[in-house]
């Protein structure tokens, strides 16, 4: 079974500074797909960023990007210039190719601080 | 595109007594979540349909708690009779198919149980 590790419960940043959230995961298949998705107070999930895993190049979304590390399974993304509508819990996910089952972390909550 | 819709927004309840909830998702969407998000924790999921068949209902409580997706659009999530631990945000999601597609979430329904 796959897990999904975020180790980091809680950040903080000043805004326009950059913050990076780590994620790492376990899974024995080599195709797959990863998401950071952000979900604010009103709960909603929304995704953030999408990587696939037969992509080397690391996935960006304006000031989202991620590093994308397959030998080390680790996924963390990066937000640059980070803007009060960024505060949100963000989770990081997995889902194998084929397999429809989306995995979650336990998220990280962040806040951008005036 | 119109979202994901689930209602209610907010339900209380007593234990023993049972709940409800109802989720439409995006048009087209053939394969429709429900997971469960304990406070502080990522969702889990409950249950998965696509079209109006099960997929995965593994972590489903299926002593107390029920799914269906009739017609293959609308689902409906019924926990009976409800304990203490119900207590969560109940998150409805839909996706296209095809691999790489994401999940779209809907606004969750937070369930107290007193």
């Known amino acids: 079974a796959q897990t999904v590790t975020q180790s980091q419960p809680e950040m903080s940043v000043q805004e326009a500074e950059t913050v990076t959230l780590s994620c790492t995961y376990d899974?024995?298949?080599?195709?797959?797909?990863l998401f950071w998705y952000k979900q604010p107070p009103s709960r909603q999930m929304i995704l953030v960023i999408r990587?696939?895993?037969?992509?080397?190049q690391n996935a960006t979304e304006n000031r989202f990007s991620v590093n994308f590390q397959k030998a080390a399974k680790s996924f963390s993304l990066k937000i640059s210039d980070s803007q009060l509508g960024d505060t949100a819990m963000y989770f990081c996910?997995?889902?194998?190719?084929?397999?429809?089952?989306?995995?979650f972390g336990t998220g990280t909550r962040l806040t951008i601080i005036p | 595109e119109a979202g994901v819709a689930q209602s209610p927004r907010y339900k209380i309840i007593e234990k023993r007594q049972s709940v409800a909830f109802w989720c439409n998702p995006i048009?087209?969407?053939?394969?429709l979540y429900w997971y469960q998000q304990i406070l502080g924790q990522g969702p889990k999921l409950l249950i998965q349909?696509?079209?109006?068949?099960?997929?995965?209902d593994s972590q489903l409580p299926k002593d107390r708690f029920s799914a269906e997706r009739l017609k293959g659009v609308d689902s409906t999530l019924k926990i009976q009779p409800a304990k203490l631990e119900d207590s969560a945000v109940y998150l409805c999601?839909?996706?296209?198919?095809?691999?790489?597609?994401?999940?779209?979430f809907g606004n969750g329904t937070r369930l107290t149980v007193t």
């Open positions: 048009s087209g969407h053939a394969t």
């Open positions: 999601a839909s996706r296209v198919q095809g691999s790489g597609s994401p999940l779209h």
């Open positions: 899974t024995s298949e080599n195709n797959y797909y």
């Open positions: 990587q696939e895993a037969y992509k080397q």
């Open positions: 349909f696509q079209n109006n068949g099960v997929v995965d």
């Open positions: 996910a997995f889902r194998g190719f084929g397999n429809e089952k989306l995995t």
